[in-house]
């Protein structure tokens, strides 16, 4: 059986490196980088997790140190239910294992049409009304148009950061 930590924002790398060292399995599950990205590159760092925040973690039968995991580095708390440990069966988390290893668990984004009122969520257009134009590169990055000084403008832009307007 799996149990879960709440981990502090960006936290899950180092929550699983610590219970590693400990000899705890721990499992943060991420999506797998955009394609065409460099590896060590900015866009290949970016956290993708699936479940941000939380980290599974497994332990061997009779494990007694609990305080090792409640005080561990970046963990906020341990998800409990009825004052126990919370659990996730194993079939559940090799569910999630298979699903991304074979890509078949994708974030789930917004499906834009060619001159839909979009919305710039976050970057240096963050909050500018923008009109969806198309996908760029094999989806990875979309194209769409900003009007500045008076006339529209080509930008491309990951289409996780956009929201339809209104």
């Given at each position: 059986?799996?149990?879960?930590?709440?981990a502090?924002?960006?936290?899950?790398p180092?929550?699983?490196?610590?219970?590693?060292?400990?000899?705890?399995?721990?499992?943060?599950?991420?999506f797998?980088?955009?394609?065409?990205?460099?590896p060590?590159?900015?866009?290949?760092?970016?956290?993708?997790?699936?479940?941000?925040?939380?980290?599974?973690?497994?332990?061997?039968?009779?494990?007694?140190?609990?305080?090792?995991?409640?005080?561990?580095?970046?963990?906020?708390?341990?998800?409990?239910?009825?004052?126990?440990?919370?659990?996730?069966?194993?079939?559940?988390?090799?569910?999630?294992?298979?699903?991304?290893?074979?890509r078949?668990?994708?974030?789930t984004?917004?499906?834009?049409?060619?001159?839909?009122?979009?919305?710039?969520?976050?970057?240096?257009?963050r909050?500018?009304?923008?009109?969806?134009?198309?996908?760029?590169?094999?989806?990875?990055?979309?194209?769409?148009?900003?009007?500045?000084?008076?006339?529209?403008?080509?930008?491309?832009?990951?289409?996780?950061?956009?929201?339809t307007?209104?």
């Amino acid at each position: 059986m799996w149990h879960v930590l709440h981990a502090a924002p960006n936290g899950e790398p180092q929550v699983c490196k610590f219970l590693g060292l400990n000899g705890i399995e721990a499992y943060a599950p991420r999506f797998a980088a955009p394609p065409r990205t460099k590896p060590g590159s900015v866009r290949d760092r970016q956290h993708r997790s699936v479940f941000p925040g939380y980290v599974f973690f497994k332990l061997n039968d009779g494990f007694a140190h609990w305080d090792l995991i409640r005080w561990a580095p970046g963990v906020r708390r341990m998800l409990q239910v009825d004052g126990a440990p919370g659990t996730v069966d194993d079939i559940i988390v090799d569910h999630i294992r298979r699903r991304l290893a074979s890509r078949a668990l994708t974030p789930t984004r917004d499906t834009f049409r060619k001159g839909q009122p979009v919305v710039i969520e976050s970057g240096p257009l963050r909050m500018m009304d923008a009109i969806f134009d198309g996908r760029l590169d094999a989806g990875a990055r979309v194209q769409v148009l900003v009007s500045l000084l008076g006339r529209p403008l080509a930008v491309g832009v990951d289409p996780a950061i956009l929201k339809t307007s209104g």
